[in-house]
């Protein structure tokens, strides 16, 4: 028989209920002793969070990424399933929760891959996904995160994505939800599921300040 096309797996895979909320960086909290004291949170939205999340593992992979989980965030229901944030009912975005190492990596050098791997130009939407749950944002942690944000996003603009008009939110971050333990590492253990094709690095080069 025929294998199912990459694009229905995304429709066909199964909906569950249990999400929960985790907006702590405390080991103790997290399930994990490893985090350092000054570890901190980065917060992205940039489509079906598969693909997010599985091209910042590989692209930080020992590179000061500790941890990384998909979920919903920005939303007005607590405990959404991923059934009624695909409805876009709850206004959630589905998103990748980065908790990384700043003396490793930066926060900025984590913003410079987010507006290279997709397309922020293309709003409530990335390839054939569309919606508020695809939407490109940036959820801020603290106001420093925010004057970075908005600081790179000026500067992707003039540089980079000149021929459209960067749609991305930057809000501060809210309520998190850890999506379902199905999504976790999903092209991990899907290897050949589906995938974005909004989502590839581009061949951009360094940023200029201005």
Same mark, same amino acid.
């Given at each position: ?14 909906? &569950?209920? %249990? $999400?929960?909320? /985790? =907006? ?55 405990s959404p399933a991923y059934r ?18 700043? &003396?490793? %990596? $930066?926060?900025? /050098? =984590? ?37 970075e944000a908005k600081k790179i ?58």
């Amino acid at each position: 028989m025929a294998s199912t096309p990459h694009f229905l797996s995304r429709l066909l895979r199964p909906f &569950t209920t %249990t $999400t929960s909320a /985790s =907006l702590s960086l405390n080991p103790a909290e997290s399930g994990s002793s490893s985090f350092p004291p000054n570890a901190q949170k980065c917060t992205l939205a940039a489509g079906c969070f598969w693909g997010v999340e599985h091209m910042f593992r590989k692209h930080f992979k020992d590179s000061g990424l500790l941890d990384a989980r998909v979920g919903y965030t920005g939303g007005d229901t607590k405990s959404p399933a991923y059934r009624a944030v695909c409805s876009g009912r709850t206004g959630h975005a589905e998103a990748l929760q980065i908790t990384f190492d700043p &003396t490793v %990596t $930066t926060y900025r /050098s =984590l913003l410079e891959f987010f507006f290279k791997m997709h397309d922020p130009t293309t709003k409530n939407r990335q390839g054939g996904d569309a919606g508020t749950q695809y939407r490109s944002g940036i959820f801020t942690h603290s106001p420093e995160q925010e004057a970075e944000a908005k600081k790179i996003m000026g500067q992707v603009q003039a540089q980079w994505w000149r021929a459209g008009t960067v749609e991305t939110e930057v809000v501060p971050a809210g309520e998190w939800w850890d999506a379902e333990t199905y999504h976790q590492l999903y092209l991990d253990k899907n290897p050949g599921g589906y995938e974005c094709p909004a989502h590839f690095v581009r061949g951009f080069g360094a940023l200029k300040d201005e």
